[in-house]
């Protein structure tokens, strides 16, 4: 058990299975974007270690860049998504992969869709470590999947509490 600022979270997701869903989301982005060149974009803060280990596991050429989305206050999404730093990179025509810590209500996602869009990608998946089923209710398709999961608030591996929590290297969940 461990406690971030007034809350406890209990161990919920090992550093093995984290690494399992890592494997098999790399295995098939390395299949489907052989010779493509693909553009990967982090959406930070969350991703920054999932981003990392995926396209470390990168066989082929690609870029890399990031954007920086935020609309969690505490363990709510205020579904007010703001773009804090964006895209700095010319990717018209561009095959782009959005690397996602978590897809859960999709308010990021409709967002980041709105500017990928205006950008003029050829196309772009969504790649993400876990996802919310129960939660997310959007029409965008989540092509990458590592682990779906219940619609509980986790932390660990990049997801914060209130700032807390972002370095540990396996996902814990709000005890109950
Ligand atoms: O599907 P949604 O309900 O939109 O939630 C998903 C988003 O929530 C988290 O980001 P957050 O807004 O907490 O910012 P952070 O990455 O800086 O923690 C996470 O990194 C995703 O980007
Ligand atoms: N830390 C954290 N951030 C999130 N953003 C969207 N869902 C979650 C979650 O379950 N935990």
């Known amino acids: 058990m461990i406690k971030l600022h007034d809350l406890e979270f209990e161990p919920y997701i090992s550093e093995k299975e984290i690494n399992q869903a890592i494997e098999e989301i790399s295995g098939k982005l390395n299949e489907d ?85 205006e950008a003029g990608v050829e196309d772009y998946k969504v790649a993400t470590l876990f996802l919310k089923p129960e939660a997310y209710k959007k029409n965008i398709p989540v092509k990458y999947v590592g682990l779906e999961i219940p619609n509980k608030f986790i932390v660990g591996f990049g997801l914060d509490y209130d700032g807390l929590g972002r370095n540990l290297t396996q996902v814990y969940k709000r005890k109950e």
């Open 33 to 117: 974007y052989k010779g493509k060149m693909p553009v990967f974009i982090g959406v930070l803060n969350g991703s920054f270690m999932v981003a990392s280990e995926i396209i470390k596991r990168f066989d082929h050429d690609c870029e890399v860049s990031f954007v920086k989305m935020g609309s969690y206050v505490g363990t709510q999404s205020t579904g007010n998504v703001k773009t804090l730093v964006g895209l700095n990179q010319n990717l018209k025509g561009r095959q782009v992969v959005l690397l996602e810590d978590i897809v859960d209500t999709g308010n990021t996602l409709v967002e980041l869709d709105k500017i990928l869009t």
